[in-house]
């Protein structure tokens, strides 16, 4: 029998990459996708997957991804995106929402319908990793909780429309994760704000943590849809509500 096939998106680092490792413990031949080839690569090699160099925000790529996918793909996560800036609306730099719109909304809607036919053929699972910062709006967040908030519809569309069919169709949202990119991209590339965001966190999730729910949701009987997990560190009650062991200035 040949073997399962996932595709994940934003396979270079964090959620992604513990998903596409935990999938290929699971059995699944993974297609590991994002912009940066050498670590997709890598990582392909690995875990015995394939690369494909992919940026969802180009067509051409995403066609590529299609076609390095093949004919039948029984689990796409939806996985690249991400946050740039935490500035509030009154400064905000309207560029990035722009990047963010274009990621966690418009490119994951491109690799959606690019491979829907595969997924239809196999009667397969897309999960969309989105945020609990579509569940509610922080301060300095307006831009990603609105592009999650965005992403998080394109899921419940879907689920509507392939109603019926062999389909599923679910939604991951993790609180903070610590990764070693997520809150570093964010800030531009500034360590000491990125490292002021999990502070006193004595354990925040990590990404092994989501890619043991997605691989979850993936292998329940067919007939099971897990509509969404949202998935938090014991510490965190709320977006706004962090168990620190010390106040940490500047940290949400
Ligand atoms: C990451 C969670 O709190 O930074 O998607 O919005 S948060």
Do not use: F, Y
């Given at each position: 029998m040949n073997s399962r096939i996932a595709v994940v998106t934003g396979a270079s680092g964090g959620i992604g990459a513990a998903t596409a490792r935990r999938l290929a413990a699971e059995g699944f031949t993974v297609v590991c996708a994002a912009r940066r080839l050498?670590?997709?690569t890598a990582l392909a090699h690995e875990i015995g997957g394939i690369a494909a160099a992919c940026d969802i925000t180009s067509d051409a790529d995403v066609a590529g991804l299609a076609e390095a996918a093949g004919e039948r793909v029984d689990l796409l996560v939806n996985n690249a995106g991400g946050a740039v800036g935490?500035?509030?609306?009154a400064n905000a730099d309207i560029d990035a929402w722009t990047t963010m719109y274009a990621?966690?909304?418009l490119g994951t809607g491109r690799v959606t319908q690019a491979l829907l036919p595969a997924v239809k053929a196999a009667e397969g699972t897309i999960v969309f990793v989105t945020s609990t910062a579509a569940d509610a709006a922080y301060e300095g967040g307006a831009g990603y909780n609105a592009a999650k908030a965005g992403?998080?519809?394109?899921?419940?569309?879907?689920?509507?429309?392939?109603?019926?069919?062999p389909v599923r169709v679910c939604e991951i949202a993790p609180g903070m994760v610590h990764t070693e990119e997520f809150?570093?991209?964010?800030f531009g590339g500034?360590?000491?704000?990125a490292d002021a965001v999990y502070d006193g966190v004595a354990e925040p999730l990590i990404a092994e943590d989501v890619a043991d729910a997605?691989?979850?949701?993936?292998?329940?009987?067919?007939?099971?849809?897990?509509?969404?997990?949202?998935?938090?560190?014991?510490?965190?009650?709320?977006n706004?509500?962090?168990?620190?062991?010390?106040?940490?200035?500047?940290a949400r």
């Open positions: 050498d670590r997709v935490l500035e509030p609306i990621t966690n909304v992403e998080r519809m394109l899921a419940g569309a879907l689920r509507l429309e392939l109603c019926g069919e809150s570093l991209v964010r500034d360590q000491a704000k997605i691989a979850w949701m993936a292998t329940r009987p067919s007939h099971v849809n897990i509509d969404r997990i949202v998935i938090r560190p014991r510490a965190q009650a709320a706004h509500k962090v168990h620190r062991s010390h106040p940490a200035p500047g």
